[in-house]
Protein backbone atom coordinates (compact mmCIF):
# COMPACT_ATOMS: atom_id res chain seq x y z
CA UNK A 1 0.00 0.00 0.00
CA UNK A 2 1.36 3.60 -0.94
CA UNK A 3 1.69 5.67 1.71
CA UNK A 4 3.13 9.12 2.12
CA UNK A 5 5.71 10.19 4.45
CA UNK A 6 3.87 12.58 6.31
CA UNK A 7 0.62 9.90 6.49
CA UNK A 8 3.63 7.78 8.21
CA UNK A 9 4.21 10.34 10.72
CA UNK A 10 0.64 10.82 11.72
CA UNK A 11 0.28 7.21 12.03
CA UNK A 12 3.19 6.59 14.10
CA UNK A 13 2.99 9.46 16.51
CA UNK A 14 3.08 7.50 19.24
CA UNK A 15 5.94 6.87 18.68
CA UNK A 16 7.97 10.07 19.16
CA UNK A 17 5.82 10.46 21.97
CA UNK A 18 7.31 7.14 23.59
CA UNK A 19 10.72 8.74 22.55
CA UNK A 20 10.05 12.16 23.63
CA UNK A 21 8.88 10.22 27.06
CA UNK A 22 11.68 7.86 27.58
CA UNK A 23 14.10 11.56 27.09
CA UNK A 24 12.30 13.16 29.87
CA UNK A 25 12.45 10.43 32.35
CA UNK A 26 16.37 9.53 31.91
CA UNK A 27 16.78 13.19 31.93
CA UNK A 28 15.06 13.72 35.01
CA UNK A 29 16.51 10.91 36.37
CA UNK A 30 20.02 12.17 35.26
CA UNK A 31 18.92 15.30 37.33
CA UNK A 32 17.80 13.59 40.50
CA UNK A 33 20.57 11.09 40.95
CA UNK A 34 23.15 14.02 40.53
CA UNK A 35 21.60 16.71 42.51
CA UNK A 36 21.28 13.64 45.56
CA UNK A 37 25.47 12.80 45.17
CA UNK A 38 25.99 16.38 44.92
CA UNK A 39 24.36 17.36 48.05
CA UNK A 40 25.87 14.23 49.39
CA UNK A 41 29.52 14.80 48.44
CA UNK A 42 29.22 18.59 50.57
CA UNK A 43 27.65 17.00 53.38
CA UNK A 44 30.74 14.24 53.62
CA UNK A 45 32.96 16.79 53.54
CA UNK A 46 30.98 19.51 55.95
CA UNK A 47 31.09 16.36 58.39
CA UNK A 48 35.12 15.34 57.74
CA UNK A 49 36.44 18.74 57.01
CA UNK A 50 39.54 18.24 54.71
CA UNK A 51 39.57 14.25 55.10
CA UNK A 52 35.99 14.35 53.35
CA UNK A 53 37.93 14.95 50.68
CA UNK A 54 39.20 12.13 49.44
CA UNK A 55 35.09 10.74 49.53
CA UNK A 56 33.96 13.53 47.46
CA UNK A 57 36.36 12.26 44.73
CA UNK A 58 34.98 8.96 44.89
CA UNK A 59 31.51 10.46 44.62
CA UNK A 60 32.38 12.75 41.93
CA UNK A 61 34.07 9.50 40.22
CA UNK A 62 30.70 7.45 40.93
CA UNK A 63 28.79 10.17 39.04
CA UNK A 64 30.86 9.80 36.25
CA UNK A 65 30.16 6.04 36.09
CA UNK A 66 26.31 5.55 36.95
CA UNK A 67 25.68 8.75 34.54
CA UNK A 68 27.14 6.98 31.64
CA UNK A 69 25.65 3.35 32.44
CA UNK A 70 22.22 6.01 32.39
CA UNK A 71 23.08 7.17 28.84
CA UNK A 72 24.14 4.14 27.56
CA UNK A 73 20.66 2.49 28.82
CA UNK A 74 19.15 5.77 27.53
CA UNK A 75 20.69 4.84 23.83
CA UNK A 76 20.18 1.09 24.31
CA UNK A 77 16.14 1.98 25.28
CA UNK A 78 15.66 4.20 22.52
CA UNK A 79 17.21 2.02 19.81
CA UNK A 80 14.99 -0.41 20.38
CA UNK A 81 11.30 2.23 20.76
CA UNK A 82 13.10 2.99 16.82
CA UNK A 83 13.33 -0.56 15.97
CA UNK A 84 9.57 -0.81 17.02
CA UNK A 85 9.08 2.52 14.93
CA UNK A 86 10.83 0.75 11.84
CA UNK A 87 8.63 -2.80 12.16
CA UNK A 88 5.27 -0.55 12.46
CA UNK A 89 6.29 1.34 9.51
CA UNK A 90 6.96 -1.15 7.50
CA UNK A 91 3.32 -3.13 8.48
CA UNK A 92 1.53 0.21 7.50
CA UNK A 93 3.76 -0.02 4.28
CA UNK A 94 2.95 -3.50 3.44
CA UNK A 95 -0.95 -3.93 4.94
CA UNK A 96 -1.77 -0.36 5.62
CA UNK A 97 -2.38 -1.31 9.32
CA UNK A 98 -1.19 -3.34 12.33
CA UNK A 99 -3.16 -6.50 12.91
CA UNK A 100 -6.10 -6.25 14.74
CA UNK A 101 -5.87 -6.07 17.92
CA UNK A 102 -2.79 -4.76 18.40
CA UNK A 103 -1.69 -1.20 18.94
CA UNK A 104 1.01 0.47 17.25
CA UNK A 105 3.43 0.29 20.38
CA UNK A 106 2.33 -3.20 21.20
CA UNK A 107 3.13 -4.26 17.88
CA UNK A 108 6.20 -2.97 17.63
CA UNK A 109 7.61 -4.70 20.91
CA UNK A 110 6.17 -7.65 19.97
CA UNK A 111 8.26 -7.79 16.88
CA UNK A 112 11.37 -6.62 18.71
CA UNK A 113 11.23 -8.89 21.28
CA UNK A 114 10.20 -11.33 18.93
CA UNK A 115 13.53 -10.32 17.04
CA UNK A 116 15.74 -9.39 19.99
CA UNK A 117 19.15 -11.30 18.89
CA UNK A 118 18.48 -9.69 15.64
CA UNK A 119 17.66 -6.18 17.55
CA UNK A 120 20.56 -6.46 19.91
CA UNK A 121 23.02 -7.28 16.75
CA UNK A 122 21.69 -3.61 15.01
CA UNK A 123 22.24 -1.76 17.84
CA UNK A 124 25.82 -2.80 17.57
CA UNK A 125 26.03 -2.50 13.91
CA UNK A 126 24.70 1.21 14.54
CA UNK A 127 27.35 1.95 16.84
CA UNK A 128 30.37 0.66 14.80
CA UNK A 129 28.75 1.98 11.27
CA UNK A 130 28.77 5.56 13.04
CA UNK A 131 32.19 5.35 14.33
CA UNK A 132 33.62 4.24 10.83
CA UNK A 133 31.64 7.26 9.36
CA UNK A 134 33.51 9.14 11.77
CA UNK A 135 36.36 7.52 10.78
CA UNK A 136 36.21 8.25 7.38
CA UNK A 137 35.16 11.01 7.76
CA UNK A 138 38.38 12.58 9.15
CA UNK A 139 40.17 11.16 6.49
CA UNK A 140 38.20 12.56 3.86
CA UNK A 141 38.73 16.37 5.86
CA UNK A 142 42.30 15.43 5.55
CA UNK A 143 42.34 14.74 2.45
CA UNK A 144 40.63 17.95 1.54
CA UNK A 145 43.16 19.81 3.34
CA UNK A 146 45.87 18.33 1.11
CA UNK A 147 44.23 19.20 -1.90
CA UNK A 148 42.92 22.64 -0.74
CA UNK A 149 45.29 24.17 -3.49
CA UNK A 150 42.67 22.98 -6.15
CA UNK A 151 39.73 25.18 -6.83
CA UNK A 152 36.63 23.22 -5.84
CA UNK A 153 38.03 20.59 -3.74
CA UNK A 154 36.27 21.21 -0.57
CA UNK A 155 32.93 21.39 -2.29
CA UNK A 156 33.92 18.11 -3.50
CA UNK A 157 34.92 16.62 -0.31
CA UNK A 158 31.55 18.25 1.48
CA UNK A 159 29.46 15.95 -1.08
CA UNK A 160 31.22 13.10 -1.00
CA UNK A 161 30.68 12.89 2.96
CA UNK A 162 26.99 14.33 3.03
CA UNK A 163 26.37 11.10 0.38
CA UNK A 164 28.64 8.68 2.26
CA UNK A 165 26.24 9.81 5.79
CA UNK A 166 23.17 9.63 4.62
CA UNK A 167 24.04 6.29 2.44
CA UNK A 168 25.47 4.97 5.66
CA UNK A 169 23.38 5.57 8.60
CA UNK A 170 20.35 4.10 8.06
CA UNK A 171 21.89 0.17 6.95
CA UNK A 172 20.91 -0.74 10.34
CA UNK A 173 17.63 0.02 9.80
CA UNK A 174 17.02 -1.03 6.43
CA UNK A 175 18.63 -4.31 7.57
CA UNK A 176 15.43 -4.75 10.66
CA UNK A 177 12.86 -3.67 8.41
CA UNK A 178 13.53 -6.43 6.10
CA UNK A 179 13.61 -8.82 8.77
CA UNK A 180 10.14 -7.59 9.95
CA UNK A 181 8.81 -7.45 6.18
CA UNK A 182 9.87 -11.25 6.26
CA UNK A 183 8.38 -12.17 9.64
CA UNK A 184 5.33 -10.42 8.81
CA UNK A 185 4.98 -12.88 5.34
CA UNK A 186 5.25 -15.77 7.63
CA UNK A 187 8.38 -16.85 5.92
CA UNK A 188 10.54 -19.44 6.56
CA UNK A 189 13.33 -17.40 5.66
CA UNK A 190 16.10 -17.32 8.36
CA UNK A 191 17.22 -13.94 10.10
CA UNK A 192 20.26 -13.89 8.56
CA UNK A 193 19.56 -14.64 5.26
CA UNK A 194 17.04 -11.87 5.15
CA UNK A 195 19.95 -9.53 6.61
CA UNK A 196 22.85 -11.11 3.52
CA UNK A 197 19.67 -10.42 1.32
CA UNK A 198 18.59 -7.08 2.52
CA UNK A 199 22.30 -5.93 2.70
CA UNK A 200 22.85 -6.81 -1.05
CA UNK A 201 19.26 -4.68 -1.79
CA UNK A 202 20.53 -1.80 -0.06
CA UNK A 203 23.99 -1.58 -1.70
Known sequence: MDMSVMQLIRKTIPFFLTRIFVYGIF???SILFLALMVGLGFLIVKLFGEGGAAFFILIIAAISVVLGVLRFVERYFLYMVKLGHVAVIAEL??????????????YG???VV?????????????????AAIRQ???WLFRIGNFFKFVPG??????????IMTVSLSYVDEAIMSYIFLQKSKKSDESVWKSAKDCVVLYA
Do not use: C, H, W
Open 27 to 29: TLA
Open 93 to 106: LRNGKVPEGKGMIA
Open 109 to 111: KDS
Open 114 to 130: ENFGASNVAFVVDKMIK
Open 136 to 138: IQR
Open 153 to 162: SQYVIIIVNA
